[in-house]
């Protein structure tokens, strides 16, 4: 695809409150776009970028015999009760039907999923 038609918007300055400077480079460099706090889209550049990424790690753990896998980031509160994470990162009430959490990592579904392997 031509530059000129590439979708890639650019800013000249970065917004004030994008502290890291890689933080500042990525938005001005059009490869990502905040969407609201904390949340952010890859645009067509940074996407490139990530799925670039993506093929590195994935190349390099076929390398060494490693499976890949795919978890959800969406978990059951329960998970989070277990380990005693729940009260020390969840100390706000949110009504639901189903109690889920957004996982920052994979740690204690790796320790729920392994030992049934």
Known sequence: MRQSKFFMPTLKE???DA?????????RGGYIRQVTAGVYAYLPLGYRVLRKA???IEE???NINVPEMIMPHLL?????QESGRYKKYL??????VVKVCLD???KKLLLKLLPRI
Do not use: D, G, R
Not at 76 to 80: C, E, G, M, Q
Not at 91 to 96: D, L, T
């Open 54 to 56: 993506e093929n590195i």
């Open 60 to 62: 390099e753990m076929n």
């Open 76 to 80: 059951p509160a329960t998970l989070w």
């Open 91 to 96: 100390n706000f009430k949110i009504v639901m």
């Open 14 to 16: 970065a917004p004030s």
């Open 104 to 106: 920052l990592h994979m």
């Open 19 to 27: 502290v890291a400077k890689s933080h500042q480079l990525m938005l």
